[in-house]
């Protein structure tokens, strides 16, 4: 004989944000502060799905942090750089005396450039010999060497570097440029190596930045007055996040140039080298011109 099974009149609670098929709830809860999405690249106002992050913004970041990943062990070919660098008319004048050095540092692989950024701060013994017998050679009083470095973002120096350097070009005609340098494995000091080797008065390094979660390609420069070996940070100026989505090119020429011009005639560079750039204030240096506070 068949039994009635009793029924109970209570339903399982459901989270109130659940997923649901009937339409009358959103699988995904909106946050009201993701208007400020169209201002900054920052994950901000994702909203949720239940308790957890909607699934495309999950996959967003998965995607970013693999980009990241592959920004920083990816081997920069800088012999393409070198060759697409020969092919660009602005960069005739550069490159018509001595076409550029491929130099390394002493950090062999990119494990060890990893592990040991010391080894990234000072040049190969081959490379070291390579800028000795190139300066043995010339006579030539150099005022600027132009470094590129992959560093932690070949991204960034494939993506970045030529579009940044033909902003600059017709900035310093009147610069006599050591050749350029391309380096792998190298880290920002060593810049100050090649500077000092090359008996070059300033140092422009272009290196690949470490990346972001939203800025895998971003290229950073460092200016330094007279590089030498073991020179620290103290001695730079750095101009950052040089890239279409960041500081576009011409504004980082303009700025760098600035700062170029600044530590010519000041002969320093770093701390003691304020970036005005951006100021509104005109400054009166002329001996003849007074304190006004006290006038």
């Known amino acids: ?49 239940g308790i957890s992050v909607p699934t495309k913004h999950l996959l967003a970041f998965q995607l970013a942090h693999a980009q990241a990943i ?7 070919d800088s012999g393409a750089l ?26 062999t692989d990119r494990a060890t450039y990893l592990q040991r950024p010391d080894y990234g701060r000072r040049l190969d013994e081959e490379s070291a010999n ?12 150099y005022d600027l060497a132009i470094v590129v ?5 070949s ?33 920002v000091a060593i810049g100050d190596d090649i500077c000092e080797r090359l008996n070059a008065k300033c140092v422009l390094v272009l290196i690949g930045e470490r990346p972001g979660l939203s800025s895998p390609d971003s290229l950073g420069l460092y200016l330094t007055w007279g590089g030498k070996v073991g020179f620290t940070d103290a001695y730079r100026n750095c101009i950052s996040n040089v890239r279409p989505a960041g500081l576009v ?12 011009n600044e530590a010519r005639t000041l002969k320093l560079s770093g701390v003691k080298l304020k970036d005005r750039s951006d100021d509104d204030l005109i400054m009166d240096t002329s001996k003849e011109s007074k304190n006004f506070l006290i006038s």
Not at 130 to 141: G, I, M
Not at 149 to 153: A, I, K, P
Not at 249 to 260: G, M, N, P, T, V
Request: hydrophobic share 35%; proline share 6%.
């Open 249 to 260: 090119y011409q504004e980082a020429a303009r700025k760098a140039f600035y700062l170029l």
């Open 1 to 49: 004989m068949s039994q009635d099974i009793p029924q109970s009149n209570k339903s399982f609670p459901t989270h109130p944000h659940a997923s649901v098929v009937t339409g009358k709830e959103e699988p995904v809860t909106e946050n009201a502060w993701s208007k400020l999405n169209a201002f900054t690249d920052a994950r901000v106002g994702l909203g949720r799905s």
């Open 149 to 153: 470095v992959d560093g932690l973002s």
């Open 82 to 107: 070198s060759k697409a660098l020969l092919e660009q008319d602005w960069a005739k004048d550069w490159t018509k005396n001595c076409p550029p050095l491929m130099l390394h540092s002493r950090a």
């Open 130 to 141: 390579k800028l000795d017998e190139h300066r043995a050679s010339t006579t030539q009083d």
């Open 155 to 187: 991204l960034a120096i494939e993506q970045n570097t030529l579009p940044f350097l033909q902003a600059l070009a017709s900035h310093i005609n009147d610069w006599k440029l050591t050749p350029i340098c391309f380096v792998k494995q190298g880290r």
């Open 70 to 76: 592959d920004a920083v062990h990816t081997q920069l």
